[in-house]
């Protein structure tokens, strides 16, 4: 069964910092994007840092400088380093991997289960 499974998440005063990591299992011959977004209370889903099999990767305004997502291709892992946390930064952090490449020959896009990350003194 293919899954995305994150932990990492917890409670962290602002100015602190959190790693949260994402593995993938199953039979997966390859991923071409791995990606971290957030959903806070009231708000829609949006992407907080993104990292492709090529090397490239990208940031929300909101994060760059703070997150550094990196990148285990052969573990299939992803993660997510975050420094200087703002109380802004609470939400579920979802792991995301686009373009699975099962044995089948077919593309999935899977999504993790979510890990909540508070930010509060």
């Known amino acids: 069964q293919l899954q995305l499974v994150e932990s990492g998440g917890g409670l962290v005063q602002p100015g602190g910092s959190l790693r949260l990591s994402c593995a993938a299992s199953?039979?997966?011959?390859?991923?071409?994007?791995m990606a971290w977004y957030r959903q806070a209370p009231g708000k829609a889903r949006e992407l907080v840092a993104r990292t492709t099999s090529l090397g490239s990767t990208n940031y929300a305004d909101s994060v760059t400088g703070r997150f550094t997502i990196s990148r285990d291709v052969a573990k299939n892992m992803v993660y997510l380093q975050m420094n200087s946390l703002k109380p802004e930064d609470t939400a579920v952090y979802y792991c995301?991997?686009?373009?699975?490449?099962?044995?089948?020959?077919?593309?999935?896009?899977?999504w993790g289960q979510g890990a909540l990350v508070t930010v509060s003194s």
């Open positions: 199953g039979s997966i011959l390859g991923i071409y994007a």
């Open positions: 995301e991997a686009g373009s699975v490449r099962t044995p089948t020959g077919t593309y999935v896009e899977l």
